[in-house]
């Protein structure tokens, strides 16, 4: 969390990709909301990456394995 920077929404394109182009450098936490989840109540873990100034940084960020989404259901 960034105090002087507020959050950002961001929509994927059609392959899954993002892009929040101008991010100050440091360090984000980078999270996403999927609604076949939300519905089971499991929650994709939120992931840390580091910002460089004019740099690219590279996260993939993913559901939680099938194990645990049965878990969560039965």
């Known amino acids: 969390t960034r105090p002087d920077v507020t959050g ?3 929509e994927t394109d059609s392959t899954g990709a993002f892009r929040a182009d101008g991010l100050p450098p440091g360090r984000w936490s ?8 939300d ?5 994709a873990p939120a992931r840390e990456v580091m910002v460089g100034p004019d740099a690219t940084s590279r996260i993939e960020l ?3 394995p ?3 989404l049965y ?3 039965c």
């Open 8 to 10: 950002r929404t961001l």
């Open 30 to 37: 980078v999270g996403f909301l999927h609604r076949a989840a």
């Open 39 to 43: 519905e089971y109540g499991v929650a």
């Open 62 to 64: 993913a559901l939680p």
């Open 66 to 68: 099938s194990w645990t």
């Open 71 to 73: 878990r969560a259901l």
